[in-house]
């Protein structure tokens, strides 16, 4: 599997708002199930470097590093489609998933958990 480069133009990197810390905030949705599978951050770099490579790559706040997603794990993103919002403060890119899923806990979703619901907070 790979995922497609993406050539974005200078109006469009340029509307890409990013917070204090140099950020914006990438959410992650899956282009066959249309599941949102994650949110992550990214920076101008990161942003720059999923667009290249058609793969997500972050910024982890943790580790303070730049993080491809599945570089580890297996678990990749490939990229199809990249979006920003209309204040351009946050990003939506629409991805092939390979792997069982995108959440470090190892489920397909970081979304499982609802609110009010009558199951525990882990989903079981």
């Given at each position: 599997m790979s995922g497609v480069a993406i050539t974005a133009g200078d109006e469009a990197l340029g509307a890409v708002v990013y917070n204090s810390d140099g950020l914006v905030p990438a959410i992650?949705?899956?282009a066959s199930t249309k599941a949102v599978l994650m949110m992550a951050w990214m920076s101008a770099e990161t942003l720059a470097l999923t667009l290249a490579e058609?793969?997500?790559v972050f910024w982890s706040r943790s580790r303070q590093e730049v993080w491809r997603k599945g570089e580890t794990s297996g678990e990749r993103q490939w990229v199809r489609e990249a979006y920003y919002d209309c204040d351009g403060?946050?990003?939506l890119f629409v991805v092939d998933q390979d792997g069982?899923?995108?959440?470090?806990?190892?489920?397909?979703?970081?979304?499982?958990?609802?609110f009010g619901a009558d199951t525990?907070?882990?989903?079981?």
């Open positions: 992650v949705q899956d058609g793969r997500t403060d946050t990003l069982d899923g995108a959440c470090h806990t190892g489920r397909y979703s970081c979304f499982f958990r609802s525990p907070a882990d989903g079981r």
